[in-house]
């Protein structure tokens, strides 16, 4: 059932027609707003899906159970980029999310209640998700609770957008009182109302003007009564008078696009789309919103699925946001040389880094270094494959 028609069934048929008009104004200076908030949520969630959730054990990187679960399917209803998506969605609309574990799948909690304690876990209750409601109760350590900020930044840009979106309506009212056609009819106009002339009158004023005004580029044909003169008060441009150009408008747009970007740490050209030193834009995006993110999930994750003993002997998670930023095989070309040179990076770490399947043969995990470089202590250069 629509929304008119929801009113229509309260008996208030009369009412649809006054409230219709307030309805869609609210709703049209709320969708910039919206616009905003889902373009940064959507394109931090596009960078977190580009990461690959590695799983290591004992200082190698292995392909288990967990990765599967991270990178590939969480659970059997969703895919890991419908989870990733989902979880990021929640985190900063409602600056929390809650990840359960049931039968060896993960679940993002769409509500639930929780019970905070100083010096024991904490315990989460009435977990739903989607129309099923888990029995009993979770322990802290039994979940992963995620929490962006101390202050939920949503409320921030709501209360923003409270006054600016009342600014951002005024601007579009003006913009189309400013721009609207002005006409002034002279004529006789003082005459009986019941005589063929007012009758021819408004014939005019009804029939004649509305289809008149409100052509389209076709074009229209207006027939002037004789001892009736059309004067055209609208102008012409803003010089002189007071026409609002719809930059107006669009800058008071750009700027909720900008304080919404500022709130979320995402460089304002990404977000619309500017072409100009995207690089550094995009350095910046992951200094300060991917990576912030990305070490608040890990470390989560490591808290909870691994612990401390198996984090310490090497065992843990480690999030990879290198594929994120796009590079041409030709830039990368004399980096990897100089890192395969010094025995940073072995055969098989190029391979991986340049979207290559590892290769299963153990000479393709030696590093390498060239005999330019000497070992300090002995004087003595260093020769392949020396470690």
Not at 351 to 359: F, P, Y
Request: proline share 2%; charged share 30%; with cysteine.
């Amino acid at each position: 059932m629509g929304f008119f028609n929801w009113i229509k069934s309260w008996g208030l048929k009369d009412k649809v027609t006054e409230l219709e008009p307030i309805v869609i104004s609210l709703l049209a200076s709320e969708i910039y707003k919206r616009i905003a908030v889902d373009s940064c949520i959507n394109l931090i969630a596009n960078a977190l899906v580009r990461c690959e959730f590695k799983t290591i054990d004992k200082g190698k990187s292995v392909k288990a159970d967990n990765y599967y679960l991270l990178n590939v399917s969480p659970n059997k209803n969703e895919n890991a980029t419908e989870f990733k998506k989902k979880m990021v969605s929640k985190l900063f609309r409602e600056n929390e999310c809650l990840i359960v574990m049931a039968n060896d799948q993960l679940f993002i909690a769409d509500s639930f209640t929780v019970e905070e304690y100083v010096m024991k876990d904490s315990v989460y209750s009435d977990v739903t998700v989607g129309d099923f409601q888990f029995s009993g109760s979770f322990f802290e350590s039994e979940v992963i609770y995620l929490k962006l900020n101390d202050k939920d930044i949503m409320k921030v840009i709501n209360g923003f957008y409270k006054d600016y979106g009342s600014l951002l309506a005024s601007a579009k009212d003006i913009y189309k009182r400013s721009n609207a056609k002005r006409f002034v009819l002279k004529g006789d106009f003082l005459r009986s109302q019941r005589n063929p002339d007012q009758e021819r009158i408004d014939e005019m004023m009804n029939e004649q003007f509305k289809p008149w005004l409100e052509a389209d580029n076709a074009g229209a044909i207006f027939n002037l009564q004789k001892g009736y003169e059309l004067e055209d008060a609208s102008g012409n441009g803003k010089s002189g008078t007071n026409k609002q150009d719809s930059r107006d408008v669009r800058n008071l747009v750009d700027d909720v696009l900008d304080f919404v970007a500022t709130a979320f740490h995402v460089p304002r050209g990404l977000l619309k789309g500017d072409v100009v030193d995207v690089s550094s834009q995009t350095n910046n995006f992951l200094m300060f919103c991917i990576n912030p993110l990305v070490e608040l999930i890990s470390a989560e994750i490591n808290k909870k699925m691994y612990g401390k003993s198996d984090f310490l002997r090497g065992t843990y998670l480690k999030i990879d946001t290198t594929k994120i930023k796009v590079t041409d095989l030709n830039d990368m070309a004399t980096a990897l040389d100089k890192l395969f040179a010094i025995g940073a990076l072995s055969i098989n770490d190029i391979i991986e880094m340049t979207g290559g399947e590892r290769i299963n043969e153990e000479w393709a995990n030696r590093r390498y270094v060239t005999k330019n470089y000497i070992d300090a202590r002995q004087n003595q250069p260093l020769e392949g494959g020396d470690s």
